[in-house]
């Protein structure tokens, strides 16, 4: 799976938080880790601190 966009959004469990979503082709990935929003991951003080955590993650998809 190539991810080509990375996005952040506020945290569904806590609006003062941030969560990030990666996208490929025509899909998302779905991390199912809160019910509200299934295509979110992680909650995080700080936008760029989201965002991070996604650059992280997508390199950890990519090497798979």
Same mark, same amino acid.
């Given at each position: @799976?190539?991810? #080509?966009?990375?996005? *952040?959004?506020?945290?569904?469990?806590?609006p003062n938080?941030?969560?990030?979503? %990666?996208?490929?082709?025509?899909?998302? +990935?779905?991390?199912?880790?809160? +019910?509200? #929003?299934?295509? %979110?991951?992680?909650?995080?003080?700080?936008?760029? +601190?989201? %965002?991070? +955590?996604?650059?992280?993650? *997508?390199k950890t998809?990519?090497? @798979?």
């Amino acid at each position: @799976m190539r991810v #080509d966009r990375k996005s *952040v959004w506020r945290c569904p469990s806590d609006p003062n938080r941030y969560s990030f979503a %990666l996208g490929y082709g025509s899909g998302i +990935a779905s991390f199912k880790e809160f +019910a509200q #929003d299934e295509f %979110l991951s992680g909650s995080f003080e700080t936008p760029e +601190a989201a %965002l991070a +955590a996604g650059i992280e993650e *997508v390199k950890t998809i990519e090497k @798979m």
